[in-house]
């Protein structure tokens, strides 16, 4: 989806830091992944991976969670992403996150996947800012905190990512760490609308029919 571009768009920047051949070939391998030629970018991102190439073991666990080119194994994918992770590198240590949340490839553990967002949300990776913020919402693997919740959702809501974006909405609507205000809620609902988020559609819907917070319609 949409979200996996987003994430393997990012390592286009990432070229620079890494050695000029590796970069080359990794250039090569993720261009061969996004015409969906899998056979040949594991080829290509296999030695990458094995030789200490953070973007490729980053691709490669993609690869193994998504079952491309390889048959789907999520205990392959966790370590990939592991290798990645350890030396900092943000999607992978969110993704390493998000499988401990759900328990895949590694045993279950809310705690270790709020430390791994953590991590990589500090380091400004909207994703793991809004995984971090529904964490401290839910209460899941760290105490239930809506004060720093907001926090996290308006760090990723900054950086413009909609879900946080209508997460901050029901939060000011709902009065959950913040004072009630429905025109900030509206405003926050607003933008996750505009970018096609259809939770925020149906939230900034109801307000238009209750006229709160708005003009009714």
């Known amino acids: 989806g949409s979200m996996n571009q987003k994430i393997l768009m990012l390592f286009i920047s990432f070229f620079l830091s890494v050695g000029k051949v ?3 070939s990794y250039k090569d391998g993720f261009a061969a992944y996004s015409h969906g030629d899998y056979p040949r970018a ?3 991102l296999q030695p990458l ?3 200490g190439n953070i973007y490729a073991q980053h691709s490669l666990g993609v690869m193994y969670e998504k079952g491309q080119g ?5 205990e392959k994918a966790f370590n990939w992403y592991y290798f990645a992770a350890e030396q900092g590198l943000m999607p992978a240590q969110n993704n390493i996150g998000s499988m401990y949340s759900k328990g895949l490839g590694v045993k279950q553990s809310y705690i270790e996947a ?3 967002y953590q991590l990589a949300a500090e380091h400004g990776l909207p994703i ?3 995984n971090l913020a529904v ?7 760290v ?8 926090k996290w959702h308006h760090l990723a809501a900054q950086q413009n990512w909609a879900d946080s974006q209508n997460n901050l909405g029901w939060m000011y609507e709902n009065g959950q760490g913040v004072t009630k205000d429905y025109g900030i809620a509206i405003q926050w609902y607003r933008l996750a609308a505009e970018q096609g988020n259809s939770t925020a559609q149906v939230n900034l819907g109801e307000k238009y029919d209750k006229g709160k917070g708005v003009l009714q319609s």
């Open 114 to 116: 709020a430390k791994w």
């Open 70 to 74: 390889v048959k789907q194994n999520y």
């Open 42 to 44: 594991l080829k290509i």
């Open 22 to 24: 590796s970069a080359d």
């Open 49 to 51: 991976a094995a030789s």
């Open 128 to 130: 793991a800012q809004f």
């Open 143 to 150: 105490e239930k905190n809506y004060v720093l919740a907001h």
């Open 135 to 141: 964490a401290y919402e839910n209460g899941q693997g």
